[in-house]
């Protein structure tokens, strides 16, 4: 976050894209400063990979303008390549190749000179642990020598804007948290990143910003720790035996908290700001009624309520609402 | 990093042709590594041709008459060598519509490369592919018997099946781009290239053909190019009669010519489908 004082490494407004009848983009807009990493989260189908072939030069968006590195994406597609790297939802790796040719070969397509092609590919190989299967042909890598490989391919021409399609998607967990590792030194060595993800863990640890995708539109924007609270901070929540029994505890709490009271399925949450006041109330009054509830607790509120809350359009209406 | 992109800059107002070209060898290399290291491509090169000489040579050679006395093994080899080339440009489609479904095309694309590349690497590794397909059914052709009037007419007619060959190709990449699957491009092109292939004076006399199928398969590009290359590998060889019901009728250079027009035709209209094809994909 130090460095987000540089201009934007990434603007978009107003992103329109569309196949046949289909919206897949309808006015996105994104901006991710240098040197930080913007985490598009949304569900499948929610438009995130249609917005990162736009910002790479793979799409033309029907209407708006995006700038990647200063460069604006559709007059200067060329110029924009020379800039960025692309790892793709599925590794683009070529698997009759061995990981050394296809980190040299992308360097020779990136008209780098030969001797730094394969210096380059040796130094990349070394980074992300592949260093002993760099002379394998890839098709005998695994799931997560693949991806690793795949991104090191996205680097090989030191790009100072990275494009990340579900970086981790279909990656055990192990895999995982060394790509994660991976990206995060990256940053630390000032590229930026733009990643798509599906999950909330992910875009938790490597983001400094996330817009929130769903149906082509961007419907929430900011840090993680601001969509959070947007939430409205700590939840007690109440877990009881059935869903009858849940709706009568929702209506006795409703004005134990400091906030709209929600019931879902067999669960509870009362929003408390005040924490443990508001934890106290609620004992007291399941108390006074004699209710055992299966579960309490008190907690910080996930991304996973912010996701769900915002994709779900009914929830959506009333967070609109209820934030004015 | 500096040093790389002034590097690259400077390389961009006399550069630009010099880097499609270093791109196209990279992508050439690529993929005559790629095919080298899949056997099952190179033995289906190897083995097609051997087996349709001998096929025609010993199994149906005996029935085929109209040869008008030429020896049915020189009339023969260059419709092999035609069919030969246009099966194995396959390739050009099988391979693009591979690496379009593993995203090794979107990986290209994003590179500062030239697109033209992507086509030419494709097809100058085919073109090779090809070339030894021809050499392997020479060798096959003299040892059952097979003898061209001359070398330099037989290093032409070779010259121009490789280039109808390529432009074929195009076709095959355009198909390729379109279909996202290996399989699909089979499919899709067979019902195409099989006719062509066959109801043409590859295998047998025109004459010898319903009179309904004849137009067609005298008039058709495929037969174009085999009477071309028959003619130039014949030489002074055959008789008038052997022109006249054998090769079309036209002189050599007639042939040539338009074989050359149908080459340079299908190969323009299909490398700018190609192109548009490329620039629109839908990633």
């Known amino acids: 976050m130090t460095m987000a004082t540089n201009a934007p490494a990434v603007i978009a407004t107003d992103l329109v894209k569309s196949f046949g009848d289909v919206r897949a983009l309808d006015r996105v807009s994104l901006e991710v400063q240098a040197g930080t990493v913007l985490g598009l989260l ?283 | 990093m500096t040093t790389t992109s002034t590097g690259i800059s400077s390389a961009g107002t006399n550069g630009r042709l010099g880097w499609a070209i270093r791109d196209t060898a990279a992508m050439a290399g690529r993929n005559l590594r790629r095919l080298m290291r899949q056997p099952e491509q190179i033995m289906f090169n190897l083995v097609s041709p051997i087996m349709f000489t001998l096929l025609f040579r010993y199994v149906f050679g005996g029935a085929i008459g109209g040869l008008q006395g030429l020896n049915y093994v020189n009339f023969l080899i260059p419709g092999i060598a035609v069919q030969t080339v246009l099966f194995s440009a396959g390739v050009t489609g099988f391979a693009l519509a591979d690496d379009l479904q593993k995203g090794f095309i979107n990986r290209l694309r994003s590179l500062p490369m030239a697109r033209s590349a992507v086509f030419g690497g494709r097809v100058a590794a085919d073109t090779l592919n090809n070339a030894l397909g021809l050499i392997i059914l020479l060798a096959t052709g003299f040892a059952v018997g097979f003898r061209p009037a001359n070398v330099p007419g037989l290093v032409l007619a070779g010259l121009l099946l490789l280039l109808f060959a390529l432009a074929v190709s195009l076709g095959y990449a355009l198909v390729g781009l379109s279909v996202r699957s290996p399989e699909a491009v089979n499919a899709a092109t067979f019902p195409i290239i099989f006719p062509l292939t066959f109801a043409s004076s590859a295998f047998v006399p025109v004459e010898t053909m319903p009179s309904w199928l004849q137009g067609f398969a005298t008039h058709q590009p495929v037969s174009v190019v085999i009477n071309a290359a028959r003619s130039l590998i014949l030489g002074d060889t055959a008789t008038p009669e052997q022109r006249d019901l054998l090769l079309g009728g036209s002189g050599t250079a007639s042939l040539v010519l338009q074989s050359l027009a149908w080459t340079i035709g299908i190969g323009v209209v299909f490398g700018l489908l190609c192109t548009r094809r490329y620039r629109n994909l839908t990633a």
């Open chain 1, 42 to 324: 949304g569900p499948n189908g929610a438009g995130k990979t249609t917005a990162v072939n736009v910002l790479t030069t793979l799409l033309r968006a029907d209407s708006g303008h995006a700038e990647v590195a200063g460069i604006d994406v559709l007059r200067h597609p060329g110029a924009v390549r020379r800039r960025i790297g692309l790892a793709g939802q599925y590794p683009a790796v070529d698997e009759s190749l061995t990981g050394i040719e296809n980190l040299t070969l992308v360097g020779r397509l990136n008209h780098l000179p030969t001797a730094q092609c394969r210096s380059r590919a040796a130094e990349l190989l070394e980074q992300f642990g592949l260093a002993e299967a760099g002379r394998r042909f890839a098709k005998t890598y695994s799931g997560g020598m693949r991806r690793r490989l795949d991104l090191a391919a996205a680097l090989v021409a030191r790009p100072s804007v990275l494009f990340l399609d579900e970086p981790t998607t279909g990656l055990d967990p192990r895999s995982r948290i060394d790509l994660w590792k991976v990206i995060e030194d990256l940053v630390t060595q000032g590229t930026t990143v733009l990643l798509t993800t599906q999950y909330l863990e992910e875009a938790d640890r490597l983001a400094d910003r996330i817009s929130v995708v769903d149906g082509g539109q961007v419907i929430a924007e900011g840090s993680p720790s601001e969509l959070k609270s947007r939430m409205g901070g700590t939840l007690v929540e109440v877990r009881l035996d059935e869903q009858s029994q849940a709706r009568r505890v929702a209506e006795l709490l409703t004005d134990a908290g400091d906030g709209r009271v929600s019931s879902q399925g067999t669960l509870v949450r009362v929003p408390a700001s005040n924490g443990t006041a508001v934890l106290a109330e609620v004992v007291r009054r399941l108390d006074a009624q004699n209710l055992s509830p299966r579960g309490l607790q008190l907690r910080e509120p996930s991304l996973d309520d912010v996701f769900l809350a915002l994709t779900d359009r009914f929830a959506e209406d009333e967070q609109i609402r209820s934030t004015g």
